[in-house]
């Protein structure tokens, strides 16, 4: 199945329904589009949800999908709007969400980096969380998903210089809210610890 | 990014799901999947002639409320074949209300599907797709204006030779075709900042004269028309402004 590109599953998919066809689909393209979906959402429950929708939305839209864009363009369109959508409803229950949301430890490190982790992880919540979807989209998409701003720009369906601006907007508030500067060491790789972020 | 992008990977990679819970959600999607499929099918094969119905029903509806749209802005077009052209290039007070009204009503139509609506040489042109929470927020959509004045170089009065009114969504993407100008392309992204001005982002190319091509990222006072560009070919100058309004806001 490995030489199979998602174009010929698609097309396996709609001439048959075979299910077969559409979890291969799943299995490719799940870890990213998780990936992309928990840092706009914050909790991983919600994350879990919301990608089980994506891909259920996938199967109601797949017999229109006109292949004209990439597969995988199209999926993370329907997933950056399956979180809009998500973060509309529930906005008001968002901060709730969050702070029930379990510690996810990081295994791999020991009880100082968990303790450091933990804080920092609740700094840069607590600054995603301040920016509006359209924003936070726009730097998980190009800051932790290594899009280009073209890419990022093409996904969300607006102007490159729009996407410029949003991810200009997002760094800047981002910047303030976690005391970053250029030049600063901004990961645990950095100088020290005090001036990470 | 500097610093910051490795400092979110990081953070995101701590958050991200590990093998097996993919494994399970993955397990989780495929449990449901055959239903969804026969859902789909059964969507697809027995409502169909109720569907078609439906959008039989809903384009009547659509060409009932643009007939009346375009006898209504032809009329604010009209507006604009007067001396004192830049005066008219605001909207008036019963142009803003028109426009709430058809935006209202062509928003109820779509099931709040609506994100802009645009009026070129005479036809009304719509942008229908699920609105992102952004935009749902907005209270009104926003009012954009774009003339091009004419007149032989150096003398006679300006007139317009061009004109479009779009409302849309702040924040909403629109790209559209002008009606019978094959060689035009509209693109625009309007973003309000709370203190009354507004960052237009607009990517013109418009079949008048020699064409008239621009691409600009002007700050504008709301209400306030401003001038996108000028130029001239042969013997005429053209002169474009643009305008735009948010009702409720003070301009």
């Keep these: ?197 | 990014m500097n610093n910051m992008a490795p400092m979110l990977k990081e953070w995101a990679g701590r958050r991200a799901a590990s093998k097996d819970e993919l494994r399970r959600l993955a397990g989780r999607i495929a449990a449901m999947a055959p239903a969804r499929i026969r859902r789909v099918h059964d969507r697809e094969r027995l409502p169909c002639r109720l569907r078609f119905v439906q959008v039989c029903a809903a384009a009547a509806a659509a060409a009932i409320i643009a007939f009346f749209t375009v006898w209504h802005l032809a009329d604010m077009g009209s507006a604009l074949k007067g001396e004192d052209v830049f005066a008219k290039i605001v909207f008036t007070g019963g142009q803003i209300t028109e426009g709430r009204r058809l935006f209202g009503e062509y928003e109820r139509l779509f099931f709040s599907q609506l994100r802009w609506l645009a009026e070129c040489d005479g036809e009304i042109k719509l942008g229908v797709a699920p609105v992102p929470e952004k935009a749902l927020g907005a209270e009104a959509p926003l009012y954009y204006r774009l003339v091009v004045v004419s007149r032989k170089h150096g003398k006679g009065a300006w007139r317009p030779v061009w004109s479009t009114d779009i409302l849309l969504r702040p924040q909403e993407l629109v790209r559209l075709t002008p009606g019978c100008r094959d060689k035009s392309s509209v693109a625009l992204w309007i973003y309000p900042f709370a203190d009354g001005k507004v960052m237009i982002d607009a990517n013109m190319s418009l079949d008048i004269g020699r064409g008239i091509t621009y691409r600009t990222s002007d700050i504008l006072s709301l209400g306030k028309p401003g001038e996108v560009t000028a130029m001239r070919f042969e013997d005429r100058e053209y002169r474009v402004f643009q305008t735009v309004i948010l009702p409720g806001r003070a301009s």
């Design chain 1, 1 to 197: 199945m490995v030489d199979v590109s998602d174009r010929e599953l698609i097309d396996r998919f709609r001439a048959t329904d075979d299910v077969f066809h559409f979890n291969e689909l799943v299995t490719r393209h799940i870890g990213k589009v998780r990936a992309l979906i928990s840092p706009m959402v914050f909790n991983s429950a919600d994350a879990d949800d919301l990608t089980q929708e994506v891909f259920l939305k996938v199967i109601d839209n797949l017999h229109g999908f006109n292949q004209k864009a990439q597969f995988s363009t199209w999926l993370y369109r329907i997933a950056v709007n399956t979180c809009y959508d998500f973060l509309r409803k529930r906005k008001k229950d968002l901060l709730a969400c969050r702070k029930n949301m379990p510690d996810i430890p990081d295994y791999a490190a020991g009880p100082a980096d968990l303790i450091f982790n933990r804080e920092l992880d609740s700094r840069i919540e607590e600054a995603m969380e301040s920016l509006s979807p359209s924003l936070r989209s726009a730097i998980v998409l190009t800051a932790i998903h290594g899009m280009s701003v073209r890419e990022a720009a093409n996904l969300e369906k607006c102007l490159v210089a729009t996407m410029y601006w949003r991810v200009h907007q997002a760094r800047k508030l981002l910047g303030r809210k976690l005391g970053v500067h250029p030049g600063q060491a901004g990961s645990r790789a950095g100088a020290g610890r005090e001036n990470a972020i």
